[in-house]
Each structure stands twice: as structure tokens, then as C-alpha cells.
């Protein structure tokens, strides 16, 4: 059985930093594309970040600067590290996951998801 599982979650002032997490296991995604989106109620989830198999990666812009997206595939592990966070980056963050393929800004193209862990950035 796949599963993705997120982790790193929480409350945070203005200014700090998470570091999310994202578990795999039950098949490798190791030459795949891994990717984490966001949502808040009543929108779309949205692109955070997408890292591909060579370690490519690209960011939303609004997030571009302040967040790093990684992986170590000996571990079967995605990372999302957040500094300067805002009240704005508030949201569930989901990671998501392709076998093979390149990593896409998309969420229709990717075929495994995590449950999400939720960030809140407050005062």
C-alpha cells in the first residue's frame, strides 16, 4: 500500500520556520516527481513547490526566496523547509507524488497524496 505521510506541522509567529516533512513508502518514487501544494477553505489547493528526480525544482512566486524544497531518497523523504513565514502561508500542506515523469505545478497530474498537516502562521 502507498503512502505519503506529511509531518512538521504547527503554530508559528509571523517571522519563523517550519520544516515539513513527507514520508513515503510501499514503492519508490526515487526517479518520480514529488511536489507539496497548499489549501485554505474554500480555494483551490495551490503549487507550492516541485522537485523532480535530479533535484530540479521550481516555486510559486509567492513563496520563492524564503522556501526550499528537497528530498533524500535514501530516506524515501521530501522536505519542505519555510522561513520568514506569513499569516498568508496559513494553509494545509499537502505533498504529492509520480512514480516517474517530471515534477509539474499541476495537482491533476500527480497520482499519490498525503493527508496533509496544517501550518498556521499567527501572533
Known amino acids: 500500500q502507498v503512502q505519503l505521510a506529511e509531518s512538521g506541522g504547527g503554530l508559528v509567529q509571523p517571522g519563523g520556520s517550519l520544516r515539513l516533512s513527507c514520508a513515503t513508502s510501499?514503492?519508490?518514487?526515487?526517479?518520480?516527481?514529488m511536489a507539496w501544494f497548499r489549501q485554505t477553505p474554500g480555494k483551490e489547493r495551490e503549487f507550492v513547490a516541485r522537485?523532480?528526480?535530479?533535484?530540479?525544482?521550481t516555486y510559486a512566486d509567492s513563496v520563492k526566496g524564503r522556501f526550499t524544497i528537497s528530498r533524500d531518497n535514501a530516506k524515501n523523504t521530501m522536505y519542505l523547509q519555510m522561513n520568514s513565514l506569513k499569516p498568508e502561508d496559513t494553509a494545509v500542506y499537502y505533498c504529492?507524488?509520480?512514480?516517474?515523469?517530471?515534477?509539474?505545478?499541476?495537482?491533476?497530474?500527480?497520482?499519490?497524496w498525503g493527508q496533509g498537516t496544517q501550518v498556521t502562521v499567527s501572533s
Open positions: 522537485i523532480n528526480w535530479n533535484g530540479g525544482s
Open positions: 504529492a507524488a509520480n512514480p516517474g515523469g517530471a515534477a509539474s505545478e499541476s495537482s491533476l497530474v500527480y497520482m499519490y
Open positions: 510501499g514503492r519508490s518514487f526515487n526517479n518520480g516527481a
